[in-house]
């Protein structure tokens, strides 16, 4: 039975997306929900998966093509045997350089007749390579590729220049932009063009949050079935109080209105191969503690896994990102639009404090609040990165709510 494999259905705010990777190829056997292709689009990599157990029949859609809501990418033959072998037995006999150009079909004639991609004049779209192309390479008298070049081309590009480059040649590779990457970097761009931006600093004594965690982490990690107790959970439930107080922080802009919400939904930046992402936390003020540890857990895995679905990333009030993790010891972070303001946590470093007359080494952090002139004046803006600090540096406020 043939069924037509679609892409998914996009969101409003998402009009089409681009195949990103084929991980199954014509004639190659399926099972029921196995992973076949995903499709890179402005905010999200989307999974699709196959219908049933059966072979891909015929791919419409190539990787790189840009393919619309519900639009038919491929033909699928349920119950039908195929070939047993791995995707990426037929990926490495292409150079990972050329990966990107060489269609379904070529690659599939590629791997079975042990060619070296590099050498075949590609007509297709952009320099691609298609079907006719390696048939007409192998009617003029081509030698297949040496095996060493095979096994060679199956590993990952290295990071940097091989210890068998010539001494003194300068090695440069050219890749596309990611369709996120891109939108990241426009996305980036106007918020700095569009927004009257600044930024106000402040540093906070982390050693009562410190010992706070120090104490109970052990009891709070037993009690909530295995979630840990870390520092961002305070920087959200201190945020969100501070948020209640200063609702302009919490606002953002539609053209020429100031729209402000009555919840605080907190975004909370993530690092992935593919990119940065802003997962949100919904309604924050009704979160505990563990709620907030084991929502963040389950973001950066799934973050990592390519996981991540649109309506994990949709809305959003205010942004927290934290670049301590990666050693930054201060920075100017960058609005999340339509957002009004954002906060930058940053690496703990101990540092010599006057404190009553005394000096004093203390885990010092310093905190970054970058906000829109626009929306916020800069009194809020530095009240409200005080009323954060007050809180993380006397915990107990924020359950007394004072």
Avoid at 77 to 89: F, H, K, N, Q, V
Avoid at 123 to 137: A, L, R, S
Avoid at 290 to 310: N, P
Wanted: aromatic share 4%; proline share 6%.
């Amino acid at each position: 039975m043939s069924i037509e494999i679609k892409a998914p259905t996009f969101p409003e705010s998402v009009a089409d997306g681009t195949i990103a990777t084929w991980h199954k190829q014509p004639g190659e056997a399926c099972s029921a929900d196995e992973l076949i292709v995903d499709i890179e689009t402005d905010k999200v990599v989307l999974e699709v998966v196959a219908p049933e157990d059966g072979v891909i029949a015929e791919v419409l859609k190539g990787e790189g093509d840009t393919v619309l809501s519900d639009e038919v990418i491929a033909k699928f033959e349920a119950g039908a045997a195929g070939a047993s072998a791995p995707a990426e037995a037929a990926a490495a006999a292409v150079p990972a350089g050329d990966a990107d150009k060489v269609g379904p079909a070529a690659r599939k004639l590629i791997e079975e007749n042990n060619l070296d991609a590099s050498q075949i004049a590609g007509t297709g779209k952009n320099g691609g390579i298609t079907k006719e192309d390696v048939q007409n390479f192998m009617k003029s008298g081509a030698k297949p590729a040496p095996a060493a070049a095979t096994t060679a081309s199956a590993a990952p590009a290295p990071a940097a220049a091989p210890v068998n480059v010539p001494v003194g040649e300068r090695v440069e590779k050219r890749v596309p932009m990611t369709r996120l990457r891109a939108t990241i970097a426009k996305r980036l761009v106007e918020a700095q063009q569009n927004a009257a931006m600044l930024t106000t600093y402040n540093e906070v004594n982390m050693k009562p949050v410190m010992e706070l965690r120090k104490q109970y982490k052990d009891l709070f990690e037993k009690t909530h079935n295995g979630t840990r107790l870390g520092f961002m959970s305070f920087f959200v439930k201190a945020a969100t109080e501070a948020l209640k107080k200063f609702p302009a922080v919490n606002a953002s802009i539609d053209g020429n209105d100031m729209v402000y919400h009555g919840y605080q939904d907190i975004g909370v930046a993530v690092s992935t191969d593919r990119g940065l992402m802003v997962p949100v936390l919904r309604d924050t003020d009704a979160m505990s503690l563990a709620d907030v540890e084991s929502t963040i857990a389950d973001f950066g895995k799934r973050g990592r896994e390519g996981k991540l679905g649109m309506d994990d990333m949709q809305g959003g009030t205010f942004t927290i990102t934290n670049g301590g993790v990666f050693g930054s010891l201060m920075s100017t972070p960058i609005l999340n639009p339509p957002q009004t303001a954002i906060l930058g946590m940053h690496k703990i470093q101990e540092r010599p404090m006057a404190v009553n007359g005394q000096v004093e080494i203390l885990p010092m952090m310093y905190l970054a609040l970058s906000y829109d002139h626009r929306m916020i004046d800069g009194k809020e803006a530095v009240q409200f990165l005080v009323t954060i600090k007050d809180l993380l540096e006397d915990p107990a406020r924020m359950l007394l709510e004072v």
